[in-house]
């Protein structure tokens, strides 16, 4: 939301406000109930683990000026976790991408 004010000595300026409404408005974890019938009950480990690798995966790469979109990490991120947690998943080749963006 932008609106106008003054600055110093008067000069018109326009604010910005905003905010990251992902994890604030968005339920990060809702996807457990589906998840349970493909991981079992590694459910809630699991989607800690895919979320704290989405934000891993785009901090870093900020960080190291190689910018992907939040859907490529988050696609990452889900090949990573399901390697660590489901033995036999396909491989990223062989799947759909979680993210068609």
Known sequence: ?????????????????????YATLIDTHGV???????VGPHVLAFSNSWRAKQLEYS????????YQTFAICTS????????QFIHNSKSPSRRKP????
């Open 1 to 21: 939301m932008s609106f106008p004010c003054r600055g110093p000595e008067g000069s018109l300026l326009t604010a910005t406000l905003g905010f990251d409404v």
């Open 32 to 38: 457990v109930h589906s998840l349970a019938k493909y």
């Open 59 to 66: 901090f870093r790469r900020e960080l190291m000026k190689q």
């Open 76 to 83: 990452q991120a889900l090949d990573y976790t399901c390697s």
């Open 98 to 101: 979680a993210s068609n963006c």
